[in-house]
Antibody
Framework: QITLKESGPTLVKPTQTLTLTCTFS??????????VGWIRQPPGKALEWLAL???????RYSPSLKSRLTITKDTSKNQVVLTMTNMDPVDTATYYC??????????????WGQGTLVTVSS | SYVLTQPPSVSVAPGQTARITCGGN??????VHWYQQKPGQAPVLVVY???DRPSGIPERFSGSNSGNTATLTISRVEAGDEADYYC????????????FGTGTKVTVL
């Protein structure tokens, strides 16, 4: 049974750096084809993909946020960490991590964490 | 970057069929996935690779994809199907790997 859970601060100040941790179980991030991604959703708005890290440590970022994001993994701890620098109130959102796997046609996000709401305010 | 357009809302009576469209340039050449999100909950994958269903997803959920439009069809709609639905493509040809649609609110009358 695959589960993921996000953790981190619920409130950050503008210009601060946000660090979120995704702790997972039920799979290994050293298994070929597996990845973990981060997605966010501002209140009342649509989903937005942020970053993805693959089993082989290949890392991909949303082009619009690439300069502010870093994704890393600790396979031994079953964790993936996302950092986002220079936080702004527009970054207020629920942040989700999700398990990804390869299918015939693409990479899919087939298991999601419950999400964590991060508010950016002074 | 690639844009996916969905109608903001769809209303359907119980027992009827709901169809949610997802428009994108030549979307028929890409694999489309659909997520259901109920209020206060995380998204759940309901269809992947245009028309496949993960285990545990009812057969009432089906998908198709051709030309410039992908469609999620929910047959015999139930009250529990009321949710937001998002389409998504994996655009391996660009740096923006995961593109989500604008979302559609399905209301069961």
């Amino acid at each position: 049974q695959i589960t993921l859970k996000e953790s981190g601060p619920t409130l950050v100040k503008p210009t601060q750096t946000l660090t979120l941790t995704c702790t997972f179980s039920g799979f290994s991030l050293s298994t070929s084809g597996v990845g973990v991604g981060w997605i966010r959703q501002p209140p009342g708005k649509a989903l937005e993909w942020l970053a993805l890290i693959y089993w082989d440590d290949d890392k991909r970022y949303s082009p619009s946020l690439k300069s502010r994001l870093t994704i890393t993994k600790d396979t031994s701890k079953n964790q993936v960490v996302l950092t986002m620098t220079n936080m702004d109130p527009v970054d207020t959102a629920t942040y989700y991590c999700a398990h990804s796997t390869l299918t015939v046609g693409a990479t899919i996000l087939d298991y999601w964490g419950q999400g964590t709401l991060v508010t950016v305010s002074s | 970057s690639y844009v996916l357009t969905q109608p903001p809302s769809v209303s359907v009576a119980p027992g009827q069929t709901a169809r949610i469209t997802c428009g994108g340039n030549n979307i028929g050449s890409k694999s489309v996935h659909w997520y259901q999100q109920k209020p206060g909950q995380a998204p759940v994958l309901v269809v992947y690779d245009d028309s496949d269903r993960p285990s545990g997803i009812p057969e009432r959920f089906s998908g198709s994809n051709s030309g410039n439009t992908a469609t999620l069809t929910i047959s015999r709609v139930e009250a529990g199907d009321e949710a937001d639905y998002y389409c998504q493509v994996w655009d391996s040809s660009s740096d923006h790997l995961f593109v989500f649609g604008t979302g559609t609110k399905v209301t069961v009358l």
